[in-house]
């Protein structure tokens, strides 16, 4: 590309080769200045363009670069065990806590609360979305008290949570099911109502029933807006399990990092961090692959 | 009107107004399509042609008169409006009843030559391709009344003729009745029965086209037919002609 384009303007005594004639032209003209030529950009390919690493690399390097922050810390005794134990010491002891089954054990037994919260939580959420997206009674009666449900803050609720559902695992998986109904329904809702009218009417002049129409048309366009209102749910998700965890959990991550903190063991309050971590970012990834498969047909920007 | 010219009618408006706030983009406007008539709608850019399409589309209810249409509409709009989330066969057979959808898909679409796309996405497809997707869509429900706004708008000239050409020979099967909203004054004179120009919003003139099919752009009686719709529309054939050259 860039040889050929050089070469062009190299041979430029031939008329038909454009932009040479112009600038020839500009300086035998006394009134006309050199500027008056466009200079030529050069496209680039985008073969050319990429370089350096792969990108799945790229986005590691931060991670690794974190963990071995950490690891020179800990080994020059400058962050000591009491405080934060090193990756050498935390990967030991999740070796341990594997070889125990406790980890597993505990690993499901959130999996377990997060999945049934966010069923509930889902269900009820995107059933409310749809009903006051597509129906104005509904959006009358249900939307303003949603609003305003949305403002208390989750966490504030576990003592009534508990009060009611006492101390086992309801009021945990309550709490994620609160926890995960607002932001499916905000984003489903805001999906439903973002439908390209004119989308609409073309389906009305194709003769689309209105369960059809549902089906065909409003639902598929809410369908990005419902995949964020699911991103955030997960996220939340997390965040609920963490606290309702905290409250007399007899299995569960929380419940192996709460009995950590009565022995300050920092290294296994890592591991459950760090399980945490794991566990959100192969949900994250779960839905990334969703959005990519989902969404394929979306002509929408991915990034420079 | 009496019972037996309103058995003949496949469109029938009387005293039909449109008001956006204190305008009236239509004006008490009274219209009638015969069964099987191909009628042309010309008028300049904003006069309320596409308001009136939309409302023969039975889309628009915030309006005051009378309007009869058939049960069995199809339209193409001036802007595609394909769903982007169905591959291009899905959205010509969308809405369409009976089995074997795949089949007719592929039928309509290589009508207007797009048998190679039906598979990808409407995000993929070119201005032109979209247009012809949307024109499929509107042909293969074989509609009572077709109602076509600019469809032949971003297509290139060749494929333009080829569009006209289908729309006349599904018209000339079918006999449906035809409204076609157009630009282009010689696109009127080739397809249509009668051309209405709108203005002030109403028809303002309604004129027949008797020449015979098909038709020759050479013919005198079509340049004097031209002559007449250009200077209607306030275009005077001198910068008409200049603008085609
Ligand atoms: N929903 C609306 N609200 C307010 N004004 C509108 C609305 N729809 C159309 N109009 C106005 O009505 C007028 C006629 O619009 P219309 O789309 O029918 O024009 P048109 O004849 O189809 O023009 P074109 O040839 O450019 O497509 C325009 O001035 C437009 O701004
Ligand atoms: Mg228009």
Redesign the interface.
Same mark, same amino acid.
């Given at each position: 590309m860039t040889s050929g384009v050089a070469t062009l303007s190299r041979e430029a005594p031939s008329p038909t080769l454009g932009r040479a004639v112009p600038r020839l032209r500009a300086e035998a003209h006394p009134h006309a200045s050199v500027t008056d030529a466009p200079e030529l950009v050069l496209v680039q390919p985008e073969a050319e363009k990429r370089r350096g690493l792969p990108r799945p690399l790229r986005r590691a390097i931060g991670p690794v670069l974190l963990v071995a922050i950490w690891h020179v810390l800990s080994v020059t005794d400058v962050l000591s065990p009491t405080v934060l134990a090193g990756p050498a010491t935390v990967l030991s002891s999740a070796a341990s806590l594997w070889a125990t089954g406790e980890l597993q054990a505990a690993i499901l037994a959130s999996l377990g609360r997060a999945a049934s919260g966010l069923a509930i939580g889902g269900t009820i959420g995107v059933t409310l979305a749809v009903i006051s997206g597509l129906f104005r009674l509904g959006e009358d009666l249900i939307d303003s008290t949603m609003q305003m449900l949305r403002t208390v803050p989750n966490i504030a609720l576990i003592p009534l949570f508990i009060i009611w559902l006492g101390i086992g695992e309801a009021p945990k998986v309550a709490l994620i099911a609160l926890a995960t109904a607002f932001p499916l329904y905000l984003n489903v809702y805001a999906g439903i109502r973002n439908v390209d009218q004119t989308l609409v009417e073309a389906a009305r002049t194709l003769g689309l029933s209105r369960p059809a129409m549902i089906r065909h048309v409003i639902l598929p366009g809410a369908l990005p807006n419902a995949l964020v209102g699911l991103r955030y749910s997960l996220g939340v998700a997390w965040l609920a399990l963490v606290f309702g965890e905290q409250v007399n959990a007899t299995a569960g991550v929380g419940y192996l990092m709460n009995n950590a903190r009565e022995f300050f063991q920092t290294d296994v309050i890592v591991v459950c961090l760090v399980v945490y971590a794991l566990l959100g970012l192969i949900v994250d990834f779960i839905v990334r692959l969703l959005e990519r498969v989902l969404l394929a047909w979306r002509p929408a920007f991915s990034g420079a | 009107m009496n019972g037996r010219d309103s058995h003949d009618l496949a469109v029938r408006v009387r005293g039909l107004t449109r008001r956006f706030g204190e305008r009236a983009v239509i004006d008490t406007l009274d219209l009638d399509i015969r069964k099987g008539e191909f009628v042309a709608l010309i008028g300049a850019s904003g006069c309320g042609k596409s308001t009136l399409l /939309?409302i023969l589309?039975?889309?628009d209810h915030g309006i005051t008169g009378e309007v009869r249409v058939p049960q069995r509409?199809?339209?193409a709009?001036q802007?595609p409006?394909l769903?982007?989330?169905?591959p291009v066969w899905r959205n010509v057979t969308?809405?369409?009843?009976g089995g074997d959808q795949r089949r007719r898909a592929e039928a309509a679409l290589a009508e207007v030559g797009l048998s190679h796309r039906s598979d990808v996405?409407?995000?993929v497809l070119s201005g032109g391709e979209a247009q012809r997707t949307s024109l499929a /869509?509107a042909l293969v429900?074989d509609p009572d009344l077709l109602l076509l706004d600019e469809p032949f708008g971003a297509l290139d000239a060749l494929t333009r003729i080829k569009a006209q050409h289908l729309v006349a020979e599904l018209w000339q099967r079918r006999r449906c009745a035809v409204l076609l909203v157009t630009h282009d004054v010689e696109e009127a004179l080739l397809l249509a029965d009668r051309v209405l120009v709108m203005r002030e919003g109403v028809i303002a003139r309604s004129i027949p086209v008797t020449l015979e099919r098909p038709r020759r752009l050479d013919n005198p009686v079509f340049a004097a037919l031209r002559g007449e719709l250009l200077d209607l529309l306030g275009v005077s054939d001198d910068v008409a002609g200049r603008r085609a050259a």
């Open positions: - | /939309r589309a039975d889309l509409r199809a339209v709009f802007a409006r769903m982007p989330w169905k969308l809405g369409l009843p996405w409407p995000k /869509r429900r």
